[in-house]
């Protein structure tokens, strides 16, 4: 079945209400039927709930479906995109670990990376995103993971994907994506070889600014690279807080089922059964906003490329762009409603920022509604002159995060504000 088709029916079996919306369990708990029932539960001989923080049967449903839609073996639904990217790396590392990524990140991930890993004892090494080769100087015997976004946030570039599974595969380290920006639909983390995606749902997914919420997925067959790999000790040796079980013994998903059984257990970003339930509806669209936002944010680029005030327009799949090559190998029938463009001077942007009629100036993507950031004077707005441009920034930069409005409202409300 094609992912579309999956986004609005995979993981739901009907119980005997026969409702057609899936049903939000919104529980703290669940019954034993017995001691018996419960023991057994509590050692894994049979499977069921005991918690929501280890599991909620509406999440469940979200992450079977998530995993299909991606094309993944299975999934774990998380309450934010920094919480599945933590214990997508915290899965794989110990003190004395590193992972090597490149180095156009989403700020929050930087942040998690450079201040919050380097606490835990986990060092992060950073390789060029336009010179993926040099990721491989960076590689040591305690390098446990190599982790890119596939269309980065907010500077918007597409690395050499295959080059990074390559190097991952000669080094035996597992690769990991950050797949938030190009989505199940429009890149196919796993059609590349990569071994685990990551995603933050609180963008495309929950599709209209409603919920926080993240995933991890991991690729069928991964089990056959942890079983007995020794730089994944921790898969292979008996878990003493959990009766000695020994992930890659079982027949089910080691990565997302030791990141459950300890990881969420312990550290507990556990989504709310409602957001999951929010997140389903939003996958059961997901394709055709995504379609939209793509279409929008094409013709917007075109229009900005073709205007007298704007210097420079940045859209992956505008012939010219420096991601275009990879932009067209790599991604399937768009590259996101993210474009960016610069308008020469701070000024000149915040007086068209402050025009703007249907753009909101906030910090956020993949909403239905169209947002602007400038910033120069926000996010950035601490860093000197030097230290912007070394991030990519300029003054005269703008940011939009193209919604699903009637794109010729959009481009009369850019036009306007540019006069
Ligand atoms: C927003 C975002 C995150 C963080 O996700 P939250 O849900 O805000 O915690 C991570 N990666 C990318 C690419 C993002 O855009």
Known sequence: MQPNTLAIHAGYEKDEQLTMAVPLYQTTAYEFKSTEHGANLFSLKELGNIYTRLSNPTTDIFEKRFAQVEGGAAALATASGMAAIFYAIANCTKV???????????????TQFVHTLKRFGVEVRFFDTFNVQTAEELIDENTKAIFFESISNPSIDIPDIEKIVEIAKKHKILSIVDNTVATSYMFRPFDWGIDLSVHSTSKYVTGQGLA????IVEREGLNEFLKGNDKYAHFNEPD????GLVYTDLD??????????????????????????????????LKVRMQAHCDNAMKIAKFLKNHPKVKEVKYPLLEGDKNYDNAVKYLKDGASGLLSFDVGSFDVAKNAIDKLKIFSLVTNIGDTKSIVTHSASTTHQQLSDEDLLACGVTPGLIRLSIGIEDVDDLIADLDNALK
């Open 96 to 110: 004395g670990d590193n992972i090597v990524t490149s180095d156009k990140l989403y700020g929050g991930t930087y």
């Open 212 to 215: 926080m919420g993240g995933i």
């Open 240 to 243: 003493e807080s959990y009766h």
């Open 252 to 285: 089910f998903p080691a990565f997302c089922l030791r990141a459950r059984l300890s990881l969420l257990r312990d550290l507990g970003s556990v989504p709310a059964p409602f957001n999951s339930w929010l997140m389903i509806q939003g996958l059961e669209t």
